[in-house]
């Protein structure tokens, strides 16, 4: 059975400062992976998507990354802001027909002004 | 384009009583899925169908009933509502390829009490 960790559960950091959000996950045999911010009492919002054949993605200050073979992903925030407060959710897709998502638990974020 | 919409936004049940959570989406996914996120914790599945007239369990299926008789509609029923059936419920909707993400809806927030 897949399981997905993210570590930690909740980090508070002064703006500007770059910081690292940590995913591990238990099986090796997966088709990409993914991370979501989620705002309070909102849906969840994609950012970056690694297929299992790359090592990472960017977009914008965010920089993911991706060894599949250590079951381990980091997610990179260059020049944290205030609105980057949220919770991110890492989550990757099994092989597989049904194409499931398996969820952490999250990270959540908050950046002091 | 709307994308994925989920009905009702709120909901209180009394325990007991049923009610379904409408989803419909106009990407022409065939890919559907409905997960529940409890409060801290990351989503989990609890049905899914990737196609019209097919649907299967996910991680939590018990309590819930789906069906899908169209590509766009994957209503998810609650029958005999348990407090522990509080929760956020995200539908959700893809191509079923893992080129591409998923798009979520906004949630629907249900209290059980």
């Known amino acids: 059975k897949q399981e997905v960790t993210q570590i930690p559960a909740a980090l508070s950091v002064p703006e500007g400062e770059n910081l690292v959000l940590n995913c591990s996950f238990t099986d090796s045999a997966i088709y990409n992976l993914q991370w979501f911010r989620q705002d309070p009492g909102k849906g969840l919002t994609s950012l970056l998507l690694?297929?299992?054949?790359?090592r990472e993605q960017t977009s914008g200050r965010l920089n993911a990354s991706l060894d599949k073979s250590s079951g381990r992903s980091t997610l990179y925030i260059a020049a944290s802001q205030p609105g980057d407060s949220a919770t991110y959710l890492c989550?990757?897709?099994?092989?597989?027909?049904?194409?499931?998502?398996?969820f952490g638990s999250g990270t959540q974020l908050t950046v002091l002004p | 384009n709307a994308g994925v919409t989920q009905t009702p936004k709120f909901r209180i049940l009394k325990i007991g009583q049923s009610m379904t959570l409408q989803c419909t989406q106009d990407m022409n996914h065939n890919y559907m899925y409905w997960y529940r996120q409890d409060p801290g914790m990351g989503l989990k599945l609890i049905y899914y169908?990737?196609?019209?007239?097919?649907?299967d369990k996910g991680e939590v299926p018990n309590g819930y009933n789906v069906s899908r008789s169209t590509t766009e509609d994957f209503p998810l029923r609650l029958e005999l509502a348990a407090p522990s059936q509080t929760s956020v419920y995200f539908c959700?909707?893809?191509?079923?390829?893992?080129?591409?993400?998923?798009?979520f809806g906004s949630g629907t927030r249900l209290t059980v009490v």
């Open positions: 169908s990737v196609g019209a007239g097919i649907t």
């Open positions: 989550a990757v897709m099994r092989s597989g027909s049904a194409r499931q998502l398996t």
């Open positions: 690694i297929q299992s054949s790359q």
């Open positions: 959700a909707s893809s191509y079923g390829d893992p080129n591409y993400g998923y798009t």
